[in-house]
């Protein structure tokens, strides 16, 4: 069967479009959907891949995940950085199997545990700032926000009790994930990445038998994960326990990094919609420490992170493996063909927002249904399973420096990062800060 739906111009001999896709994917997709409308095709040396968009594709290709497409053929680099059978990556029985004991773990009353340590870390972090600098927002935000993620899912202690600096060799590690060449390659990145997964396979595993023989109580998550049987009763594999502990982290430590640097920069780019947010700090929060409850009324602020979500989403593609041949419209996807959604593109679709390009984060308060066109964090049972978690941490962090610090831009307009990875902002990205009076 072949009815391919319509190349997008600029294909280039034997690459077709993968060096165009690669530096930056918007201004191809832009194209594409100029030329051909929601459905086309790209060719990405010798391999078709389709782009769907619009609100309609996005939700059939959410529903159909598991069925017609598959993320681990979507995302083939990931399967190889950590294990085919880790969580989203598995095949469909297994992926529900390993859903139903983490989903749990990041309902409300969960959150609530996770709340101390953003807090806490985020304060000590402010309280490292001292009176005024400035600082490379990525620089600041990259880090704290994977100590929150290291203290949320190995254990507030974990420093303590593993030997190995747990944050160097997660670099080493994340550096592997190339999306370009195929791991097999002897390329230095590589094989340092392989050695430094064996040695925090090696680290973990000693940190989830410690778990094992010594339960603590209450349970954090590593606890949880680690004392966790699947409904017949078999406790998961030590491997998988790591693996899922790994590829958490990783999820959404640069894409949180890159939300909060946008909403940041969004904020300090429009006074007016800082000084809405600034209101609610006043009128909402109590002078003292703050809880979820109180975060959760911050109505102005979750709409600024909406519309950050929608200008500037940092997943910039969201990937399939069609399974078979699939119809779309008048057109065949292929079986084996990627297939690509844009929520960049998507969400400035006139007909699903008003003046698309303009941040409004009113848009959201007039409309709180209109969060859910929104695919920054996918959707459908795949949808992302931090995204509460994220959320929360992004509203932590932002209220809390904006309740310490006065602030403005040092570059104004930042552009996002090239390269097919998260879009965060590129430096120089600065922030410069004064401490506000203590009153
Ligand atoms: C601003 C921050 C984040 C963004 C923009 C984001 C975005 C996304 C997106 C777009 C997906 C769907 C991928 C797909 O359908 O192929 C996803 C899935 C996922 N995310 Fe996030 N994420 C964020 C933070 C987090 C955090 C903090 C965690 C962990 C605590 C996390 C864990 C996951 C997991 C486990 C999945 C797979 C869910 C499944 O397949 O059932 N994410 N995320």
Redesign the pocket.
């Known amino acids: 069967m072949s009815n391919l739906p319509p190349l997008a111009s600029g294909s280039r001999p034997l690459l077709g479009h993968a060096v165009a896709m690669y530096r930056d994917a918007f201004p191809l997709i832009e194209r594409g959907h100029r030329e051909h409308g929601r459905v086309f095709s790209l060719d990405l040396a010798g391999k078709p891949a389709v782009v769907l968009l619009g609100n309609e594709h996005d939700r059939w290709l959410?529903k159909e995940?598991d069925k017609l497409f598959s993320?681990s053929e979507?995302?083939p680099f990931f399967a190889r950085m950590f294990d085919p059978d880790m969580?989203?990556l598995a095949p469909p029985a297994e992926?529900q199997r390993q859903?139903e004991i983490?989903l749990p773990r990041?309902q409300a009353r969960h959150l609530a545990k996770y709340v101390d340590i953003m807090t806490a870390e985020t304060e000590a972090w402010i309280d490292g700032l001292g009176e005024s600098g400035e600082f490379e927002i990525v620089d600041e935000f990259g880090p704290l926000i994977m100590r929150i993620?290291a203290k949320?899912?190995l254990g507030e202690d974990f420093g303590e009790r593993l030997d190995t600096d747990f944050f160097a060799e997660f670099r080493r590690f994340s550096a592997g994930l190339d999306v370009i060449f195929p791991s097999w390659l002897p390329l230095p990145h590589f094989i340092k990445s392989r050695r430094a997964r064996a040695r925090l396979h090696t680290a973990l595993g000693r940190l989830v038998d410690e778990r094992r023989e010594n339960p603590t109580d209450p349970p954090d998550f590593l606890q949880a994960l680690s004392a966790a049987t699947y409904s017949d009763g078999e406790p998961l594999p030590e491997r998988l326990v790591i693996n899922i502990v790994l590829?958490?982290t990783w999820?959404?430590q640069e894409?949180?990094t890159?939300?909060?640097s946008w909403a940041l920069i969004h904020l300090l780019q429009h006074p007016g919609e800082l000084a809405k947010v600034r209101a609610e700090q006043r009128d909402r929060l109590p002078a003292g420490p703050l809880s979820i409850s109180e975060f959760r009324e911050l109505r102005y602020l979750d709409a600024a992170l909406h519309e950050t979500?929608r200008l500037r989403?940092?997943?910039q593609l969201?990937?399939?493996g069609a399974l078979e041949d699939i119809k779309v419209d008048e057109y065949v996807i292929p079986k084996g063909a990627r297939v690509f959604l844009s929520?960049a593109i998507t969400h400035r679709l006139p007909e699903l927002f008003d003046e698309p390009e303009t941040y409004a984060p009113q848009r959201f308060i007039d409309d709180p249904k209109s969060v859910q066109l929104l695919?920054?964090?996918?959707?459908g049972?795949?949808?992302?399973?931090?995204?509460r978690?994220?959320y929360l941490?992004?509203q932590i962090i932002v209220t809390l420096l904006l309740r310490a610090m006065d602030l403005e831009l040092v570059d104004p307009d930042p552009r996002p990062i090239a390269g097919p990875g998260t879009k965060w902002p590129q430096s120089p990205c600065r922030v410069r800060y004064t401490r506000r009076g203590r009153g």
């Open positions: 959410f995940t993320i979507g995302m969580y989203f992926y859903r983490l990041f993620a949320s899912f590829g958490l999820v959404g894409t949180t890159g939300h909060a979500e989403p940092v997943a969201i990937a399939r929520p695919i920054g964090f996918g959707g049972v795949h949808r992302c399973l931090g995204a978690f994220a941490e992004m």
